[in-house]
């Protein structure tokens, strides 16, 4: 069952992109209000570079097994909602190279997320059809993913309350 | 008043980021299309980063005189509204460091933009109030701002049509 998604729980894998409790530059004239650097995209090599790209999603089904985990070691990874739907996020801690213990989080539709270089996640969980998202990530010419079970007991997302 | 925003007219200023007419990649066992690389996230120093923010803005009021624009001399900038809201992109050429001939683009609420490095442009000109737009650009200690008068004849927006 997912948990509710706040930056303090999520720290250990990325930071939340949202406006709550960022107090805001006021900018353009007073027309703007700025929350500034919310997240960073990094590269784990300096001759990569930062590219957006928009994600049409498939809304998924519950019971979900929670087959495979991936991450991405050459940078983070920034998913940001553009049709204001919730979804899931599923990551997990590394064990000597294996993902260990996935936990899950709801994240509201005004809440985006920047995984750090390298954390293992599960490809996005949308809950709505044709939902579309902002991703802010690596353009490598390298591989920049890896794939693998999670360890222990097999883990099964149950639909979000 | 604001022309569409299409890929073709905007090129010279930069890139628009939209899924029309560029093929999906088919992703995470078949769930996602993945729009890849429709715009990069670019630094004039490699010692800079890239930052996402958000900005929410007020309801501009037409007509609207086009006073000064600006340009960020050490990065790309990217809009993308979060709120499916249309807005207006003023942009100019430069000559001899001064921004010249005033264009207006109106975007889609689908349609993010990236301006390149150094291209002038006006001040989010959002058309609902707190209309909130995902933001990447540098993240720097140095000034990256430039703020001048068009050249020529005063330049008043219209209300979009």
Do not use: K
């Not at 590219?51 to 809304?59: E, K, N, P, Q």
């Not at 989080?105 to 985006?112: C, E, H, I, L, Y």
């Not at 599960?122 to 709505?128: D, G, N």
Request: hydrophobic share 45%; aromatic share 6%.
């Amino acid at each position: 069952m997912p948990v509710t998604l706040t930056r303090e729980c999520f720290a250990p894998f990325g930071t939340v992109i949202e406006t709550d409790g960022h107090p805001p530059l006021l900018i353009n004239d007073g027309t703007a209000q700025r929350y500034d650097r919310l997240a960073r995209a990094t590269l784990a090599r300096a001759t990569d570079a930062i590219g957006l790209s928009i994600f049409v999603a498939r809304g998924r089904r519950f019971p979900m097994p929670i087959q495979a985990l991936e991450r991405h070691p050459l940078g983070s990874q920034a998913f940001v909602p553009l049709d204001g739907s919730a979804y899931v996020i599923v990551v997990a801690t590394d064990a000597q190279g294996r993902p260990t213990r996935p936990q899950a989080f709801m994240a509201r539709p005004d809440q985006g997320i920047s995984l750090d270089i390298g954390v293992w996640h599960h490809p996005l969980i949308a809950l709505a059809d044709s939902a579309r998202f902002l991703v802010v990530d690596a353009i490598t010419d390298a591989c920049n993913v890896e794939t693998a079970t999670p360890d222990g007991a097999p883990y099964v997302l149950t639909r979000p309350g």
